[in-house]
């Protein structure tokens, strides 16, 4: 696998590849890389002649300056979990190679971010915004592969690219999950041994909203039968639980004005925030 630190060398090894028509698969992250990360590997590879993951740590997209400190920094373990899995180019980085300057452009998602993560996350989708313009016009890929995990980014992403005109497909793939069906997450590694215990609760909270909103078509009974299920669990601070249209993110009154639904949910256990999201309709 080839590492790059700077943006004129990939840019210089990736154009000429690009001009003969290797198709360039890229899977942006911020490392401490888990099966979730692979799977994302796995499918570009599956696609695309050269695959290319990113590993950063991007400031800008941090309303919480503890978050940005604590969030996992394991590269070498990074590098040589890429290398078993076939990644052919790691681009990682430093924020001198990605904020020389300080960015002054401001981007809004109007509707898509006055909920959820932008609602909690004061500027973090900007943040987002800026560092995938900026790697997509470093990588220039034919296609990025991204998770369900951040179904709100996702939506986001696909929104940005529509409205620039990159010419870039986006595929979004399912969210792998631990045996208890906690989402598999970097920061899954900083929960302790009774925390990580009861982490659970967020995916069986949605199991049980989605099986009780099929029965019932009744959001606000739902969000009820949520709040109960936490209640019993003191250790953990519900943020969200919402139920949105998959697609554009409108909130939902009736089940059956819609094509698809998601049930999106985020917590704290302890100064660890954790989300997750599922289909309503599988
Ligand atoms: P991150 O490193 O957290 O910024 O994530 C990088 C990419 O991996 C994003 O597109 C995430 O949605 C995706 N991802 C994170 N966790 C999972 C997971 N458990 N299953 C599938 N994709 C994931």
Do not use: W
Request: aromatic share 10%.
């Amino acid at each position: 696998m080839l590492i790059f630190e700077d943006i004129a060398p990939i840019k210089e090894y990736l154009f000429p590849l690009k001009s003969i028509n290797q198709r360039i698969g890229f899977i942006p992250t911020m490392g401490a890389l888990h099966k979730g990360h692979l799977s994302l590997i796995d499918a570009s590879r599956s696609e695309n002649e050269i695959t290319v993951c990113s590993i950063y740590i991007n400031p800008t997209q941090f309303n919480n300056k503890a978050d940005l400190q604590n969030y996992p920094r394991v590269l070498q373990h990074d590098i040589k979990m890429l290398q078993d899995a076939g990644c052919d180019i790691l681009f990682a980085p430093d924020d001198q190679v990605m904020y020389k300057e300080k960015a002054i452009i401001d981007l809004k998602f109007g509707p898509l971010e006055s909920l959820m993560e932008g609602k909690y996350r004061n500027g973090h989708f900007n943040g987002v915004g800026l560092i995938i313009c900026k790697l997509f016009h470093i990588i220039n890929p034919n296609t990025a592969y991204f998770g369900q995990k951040d179904l709100q980014q996702f939506i986001i992403i696909r929104q940005l690219i529509k409205d620039l005109a990159f010419d870039v497909n986006l595929c979004c793939l399912p969210i792998v999950r631990e045996p208890d069906g906690l989402a598999m997450s970097s920061r899954n590694a900083r929960l302790n041994k009774d925390d990580r215990k009861i982490s659970g609760i967020f995916y069986k909270a949605l199991n049980l909203a989605r099986i009780f909103l099929l029965e019932h078509n009744n959001i606000e009974k739902t969000e009820q039968q949520v709040k109960n299920l936490f209640e019993k669990y003191p250790a953990i601070h519900l943020e969200y639980f919402e139920v949105r249209d998959s697609e554009t993110l409108e909130p939902v009154n009736n089940i059956e004005n819609h094509q698809q639904i998601s049930l999106f949910i985020a917590g704290y256990i302890g100064d660890i925030r954790l989300i997750d999201n599922i289909y309503l309709f599988s």
